[in-house]
Nanobody, 114 residues
């Protein structure tokens, strides 16, 4: 059974940090590009960051310099280190794996508020 399970979300104040993790199972994750997307209330889901099978990394302009994506192929995991969080980063964050098909996690809530 294919699964992507996110963890690490929560409520933080502006300027603080969070680290999201995603554990993959049921497929060979190292063969897939992996990424993080987010969806804020009333908005469409948007790309946050991606890391390819050979570790090419891309970020949305809104998170460049603040967020860092990484993957560990030995553990079938990926992570998103989020620093200097802003209220506009508030969203449900989804883990994603893509090759010829796309898998999604169930999402984890990140709320940035004072």
């Amino acid at each position: 059974q294919v699964q992507l399970v996110e963890s690490g979300g929560g409520l933080v104040q502006p300027g603080e940090s969070l680290r999201l993790s995603c554990a993959a199972s049921g497929f060979i994750a190292r063969l897939y590009a992996m990424g993080w997307y987010r969806q804020a209330p009333g908005k469409q889901r948007e790309l946050v960051a991606t890391v390819s099978q050979n570790n090419r990394i891309d970020y949305a302009d809104a998170v460049k310099g603040r967020f860092t994506i990484s993957r560990d192929n030995a553990k079938d995991t990926e992570s998103l280190q989020m620093n200097s969080l802003k209220p506009e980063d508030t969203a449900v964050y989804y883990c994603n794996a893509e090759r010829f098909t796309t898998y999604w996690g169930q999402g984890t809530q990140v709320t940035v508020s004072s």
